[in-house]
């Protein structure tokens, strides 16, 4: 799995905005999904992540108003923004999940990271 995140940008608050993850290996339908995302001086923290099969998972803070999704054929997982605000000011990283369920929100079972991809929002 080789993954890279694209999509970032500068929007106001408000604004959606759509990342794109792409895996350039071959194995991307094997794995599990995972989106983080990293403010200055902060830790990364989980945001979304989709299993293979497609069930979901959201952090508190982004849920209904974040999408997270996956397109097999294309090797792509998605995470669409929307109600953007400036708490959600980060670098946005994608990686795949390495370990059990009871993981996904864990940032050390994840791997293959992308190299992230920023998201700034004005007030």
């Known amino acids: 799995v080789q993954l890279q995140a694209f999509g970032g940008g500068l929007v106001q608050a408000g604004d959606s905005l759509r990342l794109s993850c792409t895996d350039s290996?071959?194995?991307?339908?094997?794995?599990?999904m995972g989106w983080f995302r990293q403010a200055p001086g902060k830790e990364r923290e989980f945001v979304a992540a989709i299993r293979r099969g497609g069930f979901t998972y959201y952090a508190d803070s982004v849920k209904d108003r974040f999408t997270i999704s996956r397109d097999n054929a294309k090797s792509t997982a998605y995470l669409q923004m929307k109600g953007l605000n400036p708490e959600d000011s980060a670098v946005y990283y994608c990686?795949?999940?390495?370990?059990?369920?009871?993981?996904?929100?864990?940032?050390?079972?994840?791997?293959?990271w992308g190299q992230g991809t920023e998201v700034t929002v004005s007030s």
């Open positions: 290996g071959r194995a991307f339908s094997n794995y599990g």
């Open positions: 990686a795949a999940h390495r370990g059990i369920l009871s993981t996904v929100r864990v940032v050390t079972s994840y791997c293959c």
